[in-house]
């Protein structure tokens, strides 16, 4: 069988952490494909690490639900069918915009400026990677542990919803703009805005998703 191209930094990090974070990376990223089976004698032979190590890594991401289990199947890579896409995207149009509007209210100058340097350069990155680092940001300044921690970890499971559906690409053809408007509205700490027009971004978004017929 063909490498699956894990790399391990031995960082200072916990080993159990640097196996979750790594193999979460290769999810979100796509080099471990939604469905995908996880075989765990493969993952310790790419990785160089013991089985031990492994499972507690792969009971951590199970409880993110970015892989899940199966009867005879066994572990694999979340991929999310209609009903639960549908369900989860609701979700996420629920918190977004509080999201939004905390960060609005709470964050620093810095973060906000942080936020303005990211959308100045989105004409450079992907869509997908531009959406999904814009999140991050919202959801470091936004100062509701609860509210980032929830959307952080439903984010994710979107992140994967996205690769099954790479077409969904070629209708954000406006979302750097709804980013744009979205920065402004927290510039002027116009929380009331900064949350409407999260609630815009994110109905567009699952409308484009949902129109894709999983």
Same mark, same amino acid.
């Given at each position: 069988m063909a490498s699956l191209g894990l790399h391990l930094p031995r960082e200072t990090a916990s080993l159990r952490q640097q196996v979750t974070d790594t193999l979460r990376e290769s999810i979100l990223s796509g080099s471990l494909r939604p469905g995908q089976k996880l075989i765990e004698r493969l993952l310790c032979e790419e990785l160089l690490v013991s089985r031990t190590i #492994?499972?507690?890594?792969? $009971?951590?991401?199970?409880?993110?639900?970015?892989? %899940?289990?199966?009867?005879?199947? +066994?572990?694999?890579?979340? =991929?999310?069918?209609?009903? &639960?896409?549908?369900?989860?995207? *609701?979700?996420? $149009?629920?918190?977004?915009?509080? %999201?939004?509007?905390?960060? !609005?209210?709470?964050? @620093?100058?810095? $973060?906000?400026? *942080? #936020?303005?340097?990211?959308?100045? *350069? #989105? +004409?450079? $990155?992907? !869509?997908? @990677?531009? &959406?999904? =680092?814009?999140? @991050?940001?919202l959801l470091e300044g936004c100062g509701n542990s609860v509210a980032g921690s929830m959307l952080a970890l439903l984010n994710n499971r979107i992140i994967i919803l996205q690769h099954l559906i790479p077409s969904v690409v070629s209708h954000c053809s406006d979302t750097f703009d709804e980013l744009r408007g979205i920065v402004s509205a927290i510039e002027a700490r116009d929380a009331e805005l900064a949350s409407r027009l999260c609630a815009t971004h994110v109905e567009t978004g699952a409308a484009n998703m949902q129109h894709e017929r999983l």
């Open positions: #492994l499972r507690e890594a792969l $009971q951590h991401l199970q409880a993110e639900g970015v892989i %899940v289990s199966t009867p005879r199947r +066994g572990l694999s890579v979340a =991929k999310p069918d209609a009903h &639960e896409a549908n369900q989860m995207l *609701r979700v996420r $149009q629920a918190l977004t915009p509080l %999201v939004g509007e905390e960060f !609005a209210r709470n964050a @620093s100058n810095a $973060q906000v400026a *942080r #936020l303005r340097a990211h959308v100045d *350069r #989105l +004409g450079d $990155q992907n !869509a997908m @990677s531009a &959406e999904n =680092k814009f999140y @991050s940001i």
